[in-house]
Nanobody, 115 residues
């Protein structure tokens, strides 16, 4: 059974940090591209950051220099370190796995940036 389980979301003040984790099971994790997406209320889901099997990364412009995606293939986990958080980062964050043939999604974790 394929599972992607996100954790680490919560309420944080502007300027604060959070580390999201995604635990994968049920598929060959280390050959999948892993990504973090987010969806704010009333907006479309957008790609935040991605990391390939060989750890090449990409980010949307609005998070460059603040967010870092990483993966631990031995633990089947992918992370998103989020620093200098802004209110506009508030969203549900989703983990996605993609190998070109199959796509899997997690259930999401809420991140709220507010004073």
């Amino acid at each position: 059974q394929v599972r992607l389980v996100e954790s680490g979301g919560g309420l944080v003040q502007p300027g604060g940090s959070l580390r999201l984790s995604c635990t994968a099971s049920g598929f060959t994790f280390d050959v999948y591209r892993m990504s973090w997406y987010r969806q704010a209320p009333g907006k479309e889901r957008e790609l935040v950051a991605g990391i390939t099997w060989d750890r090449r990364t990409n980010y949307i412009d609005s998070v460059k220099g603040r967010f870092t995606i990483s993966r631990d293939n031995a633990k089947n986990m992918v992370y998103l370190q989020m620093n200098s958080l802004k209110p506009e980062d508030t969203a549900v964050y989703y983990c996605k796995a993609n190998n070109g043939n199959r796509i899997y999604w997690g259930q999401g974790t809420q991140v709220t940036v507010s004073s």
